[in-house]
């Protein structure tokens, strides 16, 4: 077994302190995707190294979004971001020819 030193695994460990997450507020048999709920509120949750703990609320999943990734200015109204125009390509295609 190839065990990994104690220094990389606390490393890899504390990378995760921090971390944020909304959980949709509704009842029933707990969380459930995000997309299902988009218009409950939201309780945000941080990783302390050893629990999620609270950390704020958010009203709906778009508030959620916007304080989970506050920096996707450039997306669209659902935190996607915006389609690039596509760019003249050359490649192979289903007759195997290279298109000029």
């Not at 996707?72 to 003249?88: K, M, S, V």
């Amino acid at each position: 077994m190839d065990d990994e030193s104690l220094a990389d695994w606390a490393e890899r460990r504390n990378a995760k302190v921090g971390r944020l997450r909304a959980v949709p507020l509704v009842t029933g048999d707990g969380p459930r995707a995000s997309h299902l709920n988009p218009d409950a509120p939201r309780v945000i949750q941080r990783w302390n190294g050893y629990a999620w703990e609270p950390h704020g609320t958010a009203a709906d999943l778009t508030e959620a979004r916007r304080i989970l990734y506050p920096h996707t200015e450039d997306a669209g109204p659902a935190g996607i971001p915006a389609p690039q125009p596509l760019r003249a390509g050359r490649g192979r295609h289903r007759n195997g020819s290279v298109r000029d």
